[in-house]
Each structure stands twice: as structure tokens, then as C-alpha cells.
């Protein structure tokens, strides 16, 4: 097939090198990412499987990878599509499975349809079998098989596979940590997405449609040569900003909105994600500036903590705190700072974690939480920081003119050597220069405390 795909080369198999140790006398088994259908037989544009792509660059349907840490021989298999002229007329030429091992640097690779016959010898041996049930009937139907005779064999010959773990436990940890390959592909996508940003915003004004908004940036995502979006768009106005994963994109932004625009490219499979908010009007001003700002400056509280060492839960404290003292200033909230954090009434209107991983998957698998407590940031880390305050349309207690008013602000950052770096800094955040690139006219800048 004619590809356009530039971009770095990823070393695959230092990944597979990496894994052997860890995989011991495990094998792993990774089906291919079904063919997904948007309604009876119209096809989306293929996604791999993250996992797969991960670890062995394969990226069409039909396909499984068995990868066996203990083995001299036929360590790395690729099962790979059959060889089908009326198929491939229809969804592209298929390579013969030789060609395939050759490209992919597998030991062997066999067509899909001798699965079933060849895995029971190559899985004999495993004492366990990393897969996560239900992705692929082919492969549960394996695995099943090869667990029933494992038993047999253990009772009589003491091995054979008697245990069955998800494939996360072995690569997610691996994953958080990006090699320089995936840093560049994610510096590729958040520059795309902040150029298409550049040209979107300035469209958000009163009487344009949400759609408009999103058809600028992904059309700004694909001319630039992104795969496309990394998830759903959302372009939402006033009111709808409260609803966090609003997506129909299909209300009309009025003249005092504020609208929250979230989204991402996605560069060669690699996810983006940049949410700014701005003022229909072209310019913030009056107690929705004071509502940004505070978000503002929870965001700057939150990048302030992000280093090498630091705790992820200390990110989403520095965030948590700004955000609940700047509802006490709004007078959203009645109390005092340690009780608004003991009680965590903050939460009503901010009830999201400030931070997710970003990776092959926008919310990238990395940990939470490890051994019960909270993970440590490591360099070469990649995660957003998105504070956000949501102000409910119908809450009566609010201050006039904040009800139905939704702020969240995010940049992606990369965790460094030395401290971090935010990709995403070539989009404005302050008000002023939000208020330029829409083309308001600037207020006269009003002092800020000393
Ligand atoms: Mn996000």
C-alpha cells in the first residue's frame, strides 16, 4: 500500500528484548483490534490495538502475536491475515506470511486460520498465559483450551499453563515511560493540534455553530497530516460545558458564552490533548474572568509540582487547593480552606482528577496507584494538567451570572531530567493573549496582587 506516514522509527524488537525477562516462562497473546462498524456495514478507519502496535508495530485486523519469554525458538509469532483475492479487492493487498516475518522481525508467522491447531504446542509449555478474556473469541477459545489441558498435564507431569493474568499488569508500567521515538511522535501531535487550535478559537463567537468549531480543528488535525481526532471532540457552549464529555457538538454559541474547546490529534497512533476556554465575545472580563483566573492559577499551582520525584497525587493537590480557596473567594463556596478540603465540597464543582497519562491512548494505562500508595513521576513521563470548574445551570446558591458556566484548562506536559516541560505552551492561556488570538480588543491590564 502507498503510504504518506513519515515520522520516527520505532525499535520494536529493544521493546520485545525489554519484555523477555519480565514475561519469565509466561506467554503473551495479543489479538488484533477488531474491524469496528458505526452502523450495519460501514466500517470506521482502522485503530490498532495499542498493545499490539506497542510492541510489535503491527497495525491491521485479523491478526494475533503470541510472544513466549521462555522459548529458544519461535519466541515471536505472527498469526496474519490469509491470503484472499475477493478480500483483499475490497480492504487491500495482504502480504504472504513470510514477507510478514520478515517486516515484523517475527521467528515464524503462520496464516490466522492455523491459530487454533499450532497454539496448544507453542502455549504447552507456558506456566502462564497473559490475555485479557474476550477480546477475541478465536484467542478465548484458545486460551480456554490451553488452561483445560494445562491442568491435566500439571496433575500428571508438574507444568504446563495454570494461570491466567491481564496483559496490563506486564505493559502498562512499561508504557508510562515513553522512549524517544513516542516523545517525538507526541511533540508531533500536540504542535499539530495547537496550530489547528490557532485557527479554531477565533471562529468561536456569538451565532457560529459548535460544529464549525470542530470541523476547523479537524480539519486542521488531517491537513496537517494527523491520523485525525484521538477522541471525540468537544466544542461546548454555555451550559453544556458543564456536561464533561458533551460531544454532539450541535448547539448554536451565543454572544455571552463561554465555550470549552477539548480535543486532540492523533500522529501515528500517538493521542493529543489541549482544552482551552474562551469567551464568545472575543474578550473575558467581570466575574467569569475571576472564575478563569482561579482555574488559571490552579493550573499554574499543578505544573509548579510537576518533577521528576514528585508524587502524582501532590499535582492534583497543589490544583485542588487554588481551586477550592478561589470558590471561597468567588463566594461559591461558604467556609473556610481547611474545611472546604476536609469535606471536599470543592468536589460539587470541580469532580475530576487533574491529571490523566497520554500515549498511545489518551487516557494512556499508566498507574494511579501502586502498592496502595500514589505513583512517583519519572522522566520521560507523559500527562496532561486540566483543572476545571463546572457551575451547574440550575444551582440557585451560585453567584449571579456563574450558573451554567463551565472553565477547564489543558496543557500536556512531559516530565524531564531536570523538571518538565509543558507541549502545549504555544497556545495562549493568559487572558490577554487568549483575548488577541480572538481578536477582542484587550481591556487595560488591572493590577494584580504583589
Ligand atoms: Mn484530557
Known amino acids: ?224 497530516g494527523a491520523d485525525g481526532p484521538a477522541f471525540a471532540t468537544i466544542v461546548a457552549a454555555g451550559a453544556n460545558a458543564c456536561t464533561l464529555h458533551y460531544a454532539a457538538n450541535s ?23 489541549i482544552t482551552r476556554t474562551v469567551p464568545a465575545s472575543g474578550t473575558l472580563s467581570g466575574l467569569r474572568r475571576d472564575l478563569y483566573e482561579v482555574v488559571l492559577a490552579a493550573r499554574g499551582a499543578a505544573l509548579g509540582v510537576c518533577a521528576p520525584g514528585a508524587e502524582l497525587d501532590c499535582v492534583h493537590r497543589a490544583a485542588t487547593r487554588v481551586i477550592a480557596s478561589g470558590l471561597i473567594d468567588l463566594g461559591v463556596l461558604d467556609s473556610s480552606l481547611d474545611e472546604a478540603l476536609e469535606t471536599r465540597s470543592y468536589r460539587r464543582y470541580f469532580p475530576h482528577r487533574t491529571s490523566h497519562w497520554l500515549g498511545l491512548d489518551t487516557h494512556d494505562p499508566g498507574p494511579y496507584r501502586r502498592d496502595g500508595g500514589p505513583p512517583t513521576l519519572l522522566p520521560s513521563m507523559f500527562l496532561t494538567v486540566e483543572p476545571g470548574l463546572y457551575l451547574p445551570p440550575d444551582d440557585r446558591d451560585l453567584p449571579d451570572g456563574l450558573a451554567g458556566c463551565g472553565v477547564r484548562i489543558e496543557d500536556e506536559v512531559l516530565i524531564t531530567t531536570t523538571g518538565a516541560e509543558v507541549l502545549t505552551a504555544g497556545l495562549p492561556i493568559e487572558v490577554e493573549g487568549l483575548d488577541e488570538l480572538m481578536g477582542g480588543s484587550p481591556e487595560p491590564a488591572t493590577p494584580t496582587d504583589p
Open 1 to 224: 500500500m502507498r503510504t504518506g506516514n513519515s515520522g520516527p522509527t520505532f525499535d520494536y524488537s529493544a521493546r520485545r528484548q525489554a519484555l523477555y525477562p519480565r514475561l519469565g516462562r509466561g506467554a503473551l497473546l495479543l489479538p488484533a483490534a477488531p474491524v469496528r462498524y458505526k452502523n450495519a456495514d460501514s466500517e470506521y478507519r482502522y485503530r490498532p490495538d495499542s498493545e499490539l502496535l506497542y510492541l510489535t508495530g503491527w497495525d491491521q485486523p485479523d491478526a494475533v502475536a503470541l510472544i513466549r519469554g521462555f522459548a529458544s525458538e519461535r519466541r515471536f509469532v505472527l498469526f496474519v491475515p490469509k491470503r484472499d483475492a475477493k478480500a483483499e479487492l475490497w480492504s487491500g493487498v495482504r502480504s504472504e506470511p513470510e514477507e510478514c516475518a520478515e517486516r515484523f522481525g517475527a521467528d515464524a508467522a503462520y496464516p490466522i486460520d492455523e491459530l487454533a491447531t499450532r497454539a496448544p504446542a507453542l502455549l504447552a509449555d507456558a506456566s502462564e498465559i497473559w490475555y485479557r478474556l474476550g477480546t477475541s473469541g478465536r484467542c478465548d477459545r484458545v486460551v480456554r483450551a490451553a488452561l483445560g489441558r494445562g491442568r491435566a498435564r500439571r496433575v500428571r507431569e508438574g507444568r504446563g499453563p495454570g494461570l491466567l493474568a491481564d496483559p496490563g499488569a506486564l505493559l502498562d508500567g512499561v508504557r508510562a515511560v515513553k522512549d524517544p521515538a513516542e516523545i517525538e511522535c507526541l511533540r508531533q501531535a500536540a504542535d499539530i493540534t495547537v496550530e489547528a487550535f490557532r485557527e479554531a478559537l477565533p471562529l468561536v463567537r456569538g451565532g457560529a455553530g459548535e460544529w464549525e468549531i470542530e470541523a476547523a480543528l479537524e480539519g486542521g488535525f488531517r491537513a496537517r
Open 251 to 273: 448547539g448554536r454559541i451565543e454572544e455571552g458564552d463561554l465555550v470549552v474547546v477539548d480535543a486532540g490529534a492523533e500522529f501515528r497512533s500517538y493521542a493529543a490533548d
